[in-house]
């Protein structure tokens, strides 16, 4: 498991007050368990269906007409409107169908039918199906007891008093209560909510298996334009790992929590969550707002989505550099730039012009030249032959009109070329390239406007940063005055150096958009039911 410490969820045997929840839990946005919150309820005795639970709740809301939730895949039940449907039933029949399998549990029977006096008839719901529908195919889920948008909506009112909002949550204002009750073993299907909330559970048992929203990747999240779009396309327990490769790392990101009778989760906003419920297991759970949402103004939407977006591209941007591979690449140098060497150039001011003669360079420089000089030869050989005479094992040129590739829009990460130049210290590479520029200026020419991937241009913009944070602004003006010297048009090079590098962000930021987005410019989006 690698679940940063940060973000590990911890178990609390004491119910906090206030203000130990609204300064030290909530704003961490991490999980937390809070073992026997709500025994103190009436529902906690009253409800449970081994202690005459299920008469009392026929008694008082046998009457209301509720909405279950009907699976096409017990006993998953999918949020996705796709898989699913609402219908709606009187809360006595659901009632009915829980007393039902209760008997036969009691009775030991592993695979019990309803009796026929509890099945929905075909016009209950409405459909041309032949035969009633078994009662693992429903469940109760997000039935209202209280909803602050709509008062009407709340179609569990009156079990309202059976319940009491913990002491930590007195301050909120909830968007709505719901109960949540199923009469067989049930699964819910991976999500994450837009509230911050907390799951309680009255009878029963729940295991909930949580991912931080940083784990997005891993679950490939539906469209975001979708209307599941805070839903994970993967089946958990057997994804496709040949249609879904990042969910192999799902465990690795994911912890687990039982829930008992009278426990509580809170599960804070954006949190993916998946829960599997025993047999004859009710709960409530409590929405309200964070504090972090309430606090944004419609009219930053833009410029947050702006920063986020951007810090999202940058780490992916950073992850791609970081795995590139030195594999395979035979010209990658095994040692390092030493200190020394770096403070001597640093501070030398003749340095740069020693380094135009091969002679003068280090063993590395000259191994490292070499390699460059061989791989701009080989790539631009790909498309036409290079005539090469000289005699000089060093890699001399012989052909100063090297042809013209097109760009190379790879970002495979076994590019020699990059591989190279990610290799090098900066201040090797600064040696590097003044060699070439004054031995082997169309070489040089080359590698930049032809041979150059995205990732290529990426690396060495960033190692020419790193570089110009080494020396002095004389050194880094004399540099670039020599390197950029050997083109014709020193913008035209700019401006091509700039486009690749952006070219490389574009596949950054599409990345992004596909992982936490679920949106895919290539092949649209991709879901499984």
Known sequence: MVVEESLRIQTLN???SAEDFAFHIEPKNVPAVFEGCITNWKAFS????YNGGLSYLQEHVGSSVVQVMMSRSPPVFYGDIRSHERVPIPYSTFIAYCMDHLKNKEDGKDNPCQSEK???KLSDIDRTDSCAIEVQQYYLAQVPILNAENEDAAQLKCLSEDIHMPEFLQTKSMISI???????KTRSSTHYDIYNNLLCVVSGCKQVSLWPPSASPFLYPLPLYGEASNHSAIMLGSPDLSFYPRAKYLKEHSQTVVLQAGDALFIPEGWYH???SDDLTIGVNFWWQSEIMSSVLEHMDAYYMRRILKRLTDKELDKRVQQLSLAGNEFAPTTSDLPSNAH???????????????QNLGSLER??????VSLVHDHVNQRQPVGCSSNDTQGIESNDQVAIRKEDSSYCLEDHIANLIWSLGPLTLRSVFVAMAHNFPRTLEALVLHALSPIGAEILTRKFEEMDQLVTVDDRDNFYQIVYGVFDDQFAVMDKLLNRKESFGCQAFKDVLDQYLGVNFNDGPQRQV
């Open 14 to 16: 004491q119910v906090p």
């Open 274 to 276: 998946q829960v599997d």
């Open 367 to 372: 191994q490292s030249l070499h390699g460059l």
């Open 46 to 49: 009253k409800w449970n269906p």
């Open 178 to 184: 719901n109960l949540w009750m199923n009469s067989a």
């Open 344 to 358: 001597r150039d640093d501070t030398d001011p003749t340095g740069l012009e020693q380094k135009k003669l091969l």
């Open 118 to 120: 509890n099945r929905l």
